[in-house]
């Protein structure tokens, strides 16, 4: 037995050979499932498990980008991006017990927030409160309720509020510029979000970033040719005017002729671009840009032009006007008297439809519509704002004669008050247009100019517009202490469904100022004025004066005075 | 007699360069995290820092507003324009 117990007991042959092949299939049957996976990766190889693994654990955020500022000439901000909290909670995370506790730093009332996790009981995402100032979310988020989370956003706000509401414009929740400037500008202001892998854990909270996928394009800061200050004060006047004359809207534009920018620009009425439930779209239209009106008198300067480049008129020929009134394809066109025998330059002044008619005829309609299309009307100005219109300067093949006159009077054709002013700012500017812009342009930046008319032509009717606030004219409420103006007055029927309204009127009035050195140009619109004080001079210059005072005083022009040259010398005779 | 010198002086060579870049990859992914981090912390700062600015910029345009102006200087102050004859003009 003994012996039989020390002698090894030799195992058959077979189970060594059955051993080795069983681990060697099995080895082979783990590494074929591995190059199964690895190498040749069909269906549920490494890049589905890759692909599952990332499901579960790896998210991407976005990383917020803010909005460009726009800021006016002199850097105030006229619309700011800030950085905000909107706090969200996951309902299915949220617990019972910290419900007190979050309605509280909250600030619900615990029913409240009750019945809102109601609703969204099967829900994952529920916001609790949005756009927070990072202070606020803080308080909220330091109590660590499970469940609470925060997302970084950013708000508009509009620091000058209704003043620049207009030309500004709106963004809308996402930031997207919607209206106005921000629409205009959306792809230099707008920043585009770049995006992050992080690792999150069950609960979704972030354990670590991997790494930025997308940088954050943060938006350009843009600087507008607009003055706040002017601005400001336009508005100002703007909406006195309108509370003193009741009228429906108006409108006022300031422009540089020199360099073509767009100084200020308002609209009455108005709204609160801060507050979105104060919107209503006709407080929002831009009307210096979006509404077409028939320019009336307004244009009479644009007939001096076509009847000096004629050659036949030279502003001191003589048109006799009376007796005050002429039948034209049986329509009466008067005076309001009986002028007689007077110069171009006084028709223009005293604004005479019977002279205004007679040089149109000897003018023919075609010149004046050439220069017509010369100014800019009819064709958008270069600004490109949303919503801009072009006017219309009628082209017909036939016309009758009372047609021609009217087209002379400014009926008949329409623009906008942006393109009155244009027009009136090639004189300021000795003949040349600048295309117009609302972005600030730098000192030495070219500027495509082009001819429009002759300098000595532009001089000429400078010469005339000054007249028009003088002793004689038709505007003598536009005038401005220490400086002298120049300007049309416009007076226009508004068109209702059975044609011109006896009643109702525009109220026009273009001015350049100082006429010494001419560069500001204003253009005013008042709809609908009530009461006798309907006309241009009457209802639009006042307007034009107060405003134009605050140009020239806030652009430091030197005010023009005959006695200060006495003074002058009467102080340095003092000192010797 | 040649061939059997050098060929593990090559071997020993690839063998160290692999370790060294091994640790290199080990050391650049480390400083890659510390450098995100980094990057991390600083958004975070600057993300405050925008904030602070623009409530700043809020503040000083709501404090610097011209109506704010106009109404101080002619209620408190009693500040007006000049008219046109208090004003000399100096010529140089």
Redesign the interface.
């Known amino acids: 037995m003994s012996r039989q117990r020390t002698q090894p007991v030799e195992p058959p042959a077979w189970r060594f050979w059955w051993l080795s092949l069983l681990l060697f299939a099995l080895g082979t049957l783990l590494i074929g499932r591995l190059v199964l996976i690895q190498a040749i990766d069909k269906d549920h190889g490494a890049g589905f498990l890759k692909k599952q693994g990332a499901m579960r654990a790896v998210r991407l955020a976005e990383?917020p980008a803010?909005r460009g500022?726009i800021t006016d000439r002199r850097g105030?901000?006229l619309a700011?991006?800030?950085?905000v909290v909107s706090l969200w909670a996951n309902p299915q995370h949220l617990r019972d017990s910290d419900l007190l506790a979050l309605a509280n730093a909250l600030g619900f009332a615990r029913d409240a927030l009750e019945a809102k996790l109601e609703r969204y009981a099967d829900k994952q995402f529920m916001y609790l409160a949005r756009s927070q100032?990072?202070d606020q979310a803080r308080r909220v988020l330091d109590l660590g309720i499970v469940g609470v989370r925060s997302q970084?956003e950013y708000r508009r706000?509009y620091?000058?509020g209704e003043v620049t509401s207009q030309v500004v414009g709106l963004t809308n929740t996402d930031e997207r510029g919607v209206s106005g400037l921000e629409k205009h500008l959306d792809a230099e202001l707008f920043g585009r979000p770049g995006k992050k892998r992080y690792l999150k854990d069950l609960h979704g909270d972030a354990i670590r970033?991997i790494?930025v996928v997308t940088e954050a394009r943060h938006g350009t800061e843009i600087a507008l040719s607009i003055d706040?200050?002017l601005q400001?004060?336009q508005h100002?006047e703007l909406q006195r005017a309108m509370i003193a004359t009741g009228a429906k809207a108006g409108a006022a534009v300031t422009i540089d002729a020199w360099t073509g920018e767009i100084l200020a620009m308002t609209n009455h009425p108005v709204f609160n671009p801060n507050s979105r439930a104060d919107f209503n779209a006709e407080a929002a239209r831009n009307r210096v840009m979006t509404d077409v009106i028939e320019p009336g008198s307004t244009v009479k300067p644009l007939l001096l032009v076509a009847a000096l480049e004629g050659g036949a008129f030279t502003i001191d020929t003589l048109i006799d006007t009376s007796p005050g009134r002429m039948r034209v394809n049986g329509k009466m066109l008067s005076d309001p008297r009986n002028y007689g025998e007077i110069s171009v330059s006084r028709v223009i002044e005293k604004s005479s439809q019977v002279g205004v008619t007679k040089i149109s005829q000897a003018v023919g309609h075609e010149p004046l519509l050439e220069v017509y299309r010369r100014f800019g009307f009819g064709v958008k100005s270069a600004v490109g704002f949303p919503g801009e219109r072009a006017g219309l300067v009628p082209n017909r093949e036939r016309w009758a004669d009372i047609e021609k006159a009217t087209l002379a009077f400014g009926y008949g054709l329409t623009t906008t008050p942006l393109q009155l002013a244009q027009a009136y700012a090639v004189f300021a500017n000795q003949g040349l247009r600048v295309p117009l812009t609302l972005l600030k342009r730098s000192a030495n930046e070219h500027l495509h100019s082009e001819r429009v008319i002759a300098a000595e032509i532009a001089e000429q009717v400078l010469t005339v517009l000054e007249r028009v606030t003088g002793e004689h004219g038709t505007a003598t409420r536009a005038r401005v202490?220490?400086f002298s103006v120049g300007g049309k007055t416009g007076t226009v029927h508004k068109v209702g469904a059975q044609g011109y309204i006896d009643d109702q009127y525009l109220a026009l009035f273009v001015g350049i100022a100082p006429m010494n050195e001419p560069r500001y140009v204003t253009a005013i619109m008042v709809d609908q004025p009530l009461g006798n004080d309907y006309g241009g001079g009457a209802a639009a210059a006042p307007i034009y004066a107060r405003i134009t005072e605050g140009v020239l005083?806030l652009r430091n022009a030197?005010?023009r005075?005959e006695v200060?040259r006495e003074?002058?010398l009467a102080s340095l005779g003092a000192e010797q | 007699m040649f061939r059997v010198q050098r060929e593990p002086a090559i071997a020993t060579a690839l063998l160290m360069l692999c370790l060294v870049s091994a640790i290199a990859v080990v050391y650049s992914s480390h400083s890659c995290r510390r450098f995100?981090g980094a990057l991390?912390d600083l958004?975070i700062e600057r993300?405050?820092a925008?904030?602070h600015y623009?409530?700043l910029?809020?503040e000083q345009?709501?404090l610097?507003?011209?109506?704010r102006v106009?109404g101080i200087a002619k209620d408190e102050l009693g500040m007006r324009?000049p008219?046109?004859d208090a004003?000399?003009?100096?010529?140089e």
Request: hydrophobic share 40%.
């Open positions: 990383i803010y500022l105030d901000p700011v991006s800030t950085p100032t990072p970084r706000f620091p000058a970033d790494g706040l200050r400001t004060l100002r202490a220490g005083r030197t005010p005075m200060s003074m002058r | 995100y991390q958004e993300w405050r925008q904030a623009s409530r910029l809020l345009s709501t610097a507003s011209p109506h106009l324009a008219s046109i004003i000399r003009v100096v010529v």
